[in-house]
Structure formats: C-alpha cells, structure tokens
C-alpha cells in the first residue's frame, strides 16, 4: 500500500494503518534522533514523543510536505528543546572560525568510509565526534547534508534565518573533517 | 560580489565549507573552482568534506526489539502488530 493510502486510511481512523506508517518510519527516526540527541535513551524518548505528535495530528497532515519532512522536523525541536533544558552537557565552541581551518592539517583521505566501518570503531568516532558539536549545529548538519534538507527547509525547520544555517553548517563541516582528520588520514 | 584578488587556499577551504552542494555558477564560484582544479591542497580539503558527510550518511544505528516494542506499547498500537 502506498505511503498516501496509508495516511488516508489512518486518517480516517484505521488503527492498523497507523500502525503501518509508525513501522515504516520508527528506524529513520530513532537513527535520526540518536544522532542529533546523542544517547539511546533520549532517542528512544523523542521517538515516542515524535510518533505520538504523529498520532495526535494526523488528521491534519495535509500531505504538502512530506510525512519523513515533518518526523525530521518534529524529531529536530523536540532534541533542541531537551537540549536547552539541559544545559550541563559542555559543546566545543565553534566561535573562532579561523581555528576550524587550518591549512597545515590538510592531508590525503585515502581510506573510504565504507572500509572503516567494517572494523566497527568508525560508529564510535562519528558519534564522539558529533556529540561535542553544540546542539543547533548538530541539527542543522544531519537536516541539511545528511538528511538532504534544503538550506531554506533546514531554516524553516530549525526557525533559524537561511545565512544562520549557512554559517553553522559551514562551521560543523569544518569542525567534523578536523575531528576525523586522524581516523581517514592514519586509517589505511 | 567582485573580487579583486586571486582567491586564497583558505578562501577556497571556507567557501568548499558554505557552498558545497550548492548552484555554483557566480563570478566568485568560478574563480573557486578554476583555484580548485590547480590546487592539490584544497583538492584534498574538498574530498576531505566530502567524506566526512558520506560517513554521517552511512552511520546508522538500528532500533531495538525492546524499543519497537516500546513505542508500540506507548502508541496503543500493540495489537495491531
């Protein structure tokens, strides 16, 4: 059954449709939501949170956006504002914009991805990586470059102006390649 | 924008960090690129980039039995499995 039908039918009450739509997206959104709310609990949490929104408005989706868009956006303030709730957690600063380049440290990735992983340790260093971004530079990095927003639905997303997201995507691109500079430049 | 300098490496770096993905077809953008072709260095950069944002693409952490089972009980939708 195609994805329309399925929020039609859910929208007319079918429980079992609901069901469907939930099964279909609850591994995008919790793989989506551990990466931008940095542990298993907290994913685990906004899933719940961002699929009941899903049940709780339903009805009014009225299909301009598509339903991953929405989760995504949904998954996206719901991380921010735990996020800001809880402020102990200390994010690297990205302020000093020339220290984020520095040419001396251009080396040659040679090593794909794709082979790292393979061995297992890469998850971990993505993730230690991501996590010491500050909250708002994480999101707009996996809406904008990994999710595949635009930069104007990543603003519409995050409520941040499009040369806001320019500027921390710029800067959390930056900050990440320094971050896995040593994994790809030693990795081979 | 005009520019009336060569662009820089560092130039080049901070621009490969704004602009990737996006319509590069300015004055400015060409002259990046045409740096870009020639400059082994911001070659690298670029690819750098590149490959940090593939390997967030691929890093996928998958859902738990225990957190399916979870969030179908919070849904109400355990019945419907």
């Known amino acids: 059954m195609e994805e329309k039908e399925l929020i039609k039918k859910a929208q007319e009450g079918d429980r079992n449709a609901l069901a469907k739509l939930v099964k279909q997206y609850e591994q995008t959104v919790y793989n989506f939501a551990f990466k931008i709310c940095r542990d298993k609990e907290r994913a685990e949490h906004t899933m719940q ?128 390649r320094n971050e896995l500079n040593n994994t790809f430049s030693y990795g081979t | 924008m005009v520019h009336n300098h060569k662009p820089t490496c560092k130039d080049v770096m901070n621009h490969i960090c704004d602009n990737l993905g996006e319509d590069l077809d300015s004055p400015k953008c060409t002259e990046i690129k045409n740096h ?22 691929t890093y996928e952490v998958k859902i738990t039995d225990d957190a399916h089972k979870n969030l179908m009980d919070f849904l109400g939708l355990e019945d419907c499995e």
């Open chain 1, 49 to 176: 949170e961002t699929f009941l929104s899903m049940v709780k408005s339903i009805k009014q989706f009225s299909g301009k956006s598509k339903l991953s868009t929405w989760l995504y956006t949904v998954v996206s303030n719901h991380c921010l504002m735990m996020a800001r709730s809880n402020k102990k957690h200390l994010h690297t600063s990205l302020d000093d914009e020339d220290a984020l380049i520095d040419e001396k440290s251009i080396t040659d990735w040679n090593v794909s991805p794709e082979k790292l992983a393979e061995n297992g340790e890469l998850n971990e260093i993505l993730k230690e990586a991501i996590n010491k971004l500050p909250p708002d530079y994480r999101v707009v990095f996996m809406l904008r470059d990994v999710q595949g927003f635009s930069t104007e639905e990543t603003g519409e997303a995050t409520n941040l102006s499009v040369p806001a997201v320019k500027s921390r995507l710029h800067r959390a691109r930056a900050f990440l």
């Open chain 2, 36 to 57: 870009l072709e020639q400059c082994d260095t911001c070659q690298k950069y670029h690819k750098s980039i590149e490959i940090t944002i593939q390997s967030y693409k």
